[in-house]
C-alpha cells in the first residue's frame, strides 16, 4: 500500500516537470512558424504627382517632320487642350515646318519644282484624344511619376505648296506626369493629305515626333 502510494507521488513529480516543458517546446515552435511565415515588412511611401482640379492645358513642342517625297526637317508648334474627363481630352494644333528639295530635284538637278515661300508648311488641327493605359515610372526608391498612353484622332487644314489641303491626323503619344501642373508628352503623329506637285493627286503620310512640354492650369 505504501509503496503504490510513493509511485503514484513519482508520477505526479514526473507530469510536472514533464510537462511544462513539453508546452515551452511547442510555444517555441509555434513561434518560429510565425516568424517565417510572416516576415516584418516595411511599407515605402511613395511621393506621386496627379493632374488636380486643373482641365485646361496648353504645350509647347519640338521635334522632326518628315514629308513625303521631300527631307525631314525640324518642326515646332503649339497645343491648346481641354480634359473632358479622365478618359478623354479635345486639342487644337498649330505648328510649322520648311521643307527642302524633293526627290525628283535632288535626282535630276532640274528647276525648282516650288519657290522658296511654297516650301513653307503650317497646319492647324482640332483632335480627339483618349488615355489608354495609366501606369507609373519609378525615378528612385521613394519617388514614382504617373504616366499615360493615349491616341488621338483629328481633321484640320495644311498650307503647303501654294494650296490649302484638307488633313487628317492620328497620333500616339506617352505623357509622363511631373507635378501637378507639369508634364511631359513624346508623341508620334502622321498627317495625311494629298499632293499633287508631280502632276497627279497622290495621298501622303508625312510623319511627325515631337516632344512637348505641357502646362495645367
Known sequence: MESGFRGFLLALTFLGVILPV????????????????????????FDESLIDAADF??????????VEDFDT??????????????DFFV???YGSSEVGDTSFEK????????????????YYLISLGFNLFPGETFFTDSTTFNTVLYISGGIGSTDFAGDERHTIAVAVGHRTIFTDNFSLDIEMRDLIFDIDIFGKE?????LEFTVGINLFF
Do not use: C, M, W
Not at 517555441?28 to 517565417?36: C, G, M, R, V
Not at 526637317?73 to 479622365?86: D, P, Q, R
Not at 535626282?107 to 503650317?122: F, K, N, Q, V, Y
Not at 497622290?202 to 508625312?206: A, D, G, P, Q, V
Open 202 to 206: 497622290e495621298t501622303t503620310h508625312n
Open 57 to 66: 492645358e496648353i504645350a509647347l513642342y519640338g521635334g522632326y517632320l518628315a
Open 91 to 93: 486639342q487644337a494644333s
Open 107 to 122: 535626282l535630276t538637278g532640274g528647276a525648282p519644282l516650288l519657290s522658296d515661300s511654297e516650301r513653307d508648311i503650317e
Open 22 to 45: 513539453a508546452e515551452a517546446a511547442a510555444q517555441s515552435d509555434e513561434d518560429e512558424q510565425t516568424s517565417l511565415i510572416e516576415p516584418q515588412i516595411e511599407r515605402v511611401d
Open 73 to 86: 526637317n525640324f518642326v515646332s508648334g503649339i497645343k491648346l487642350g481641354y480634359h473632358i474627363s479622365e
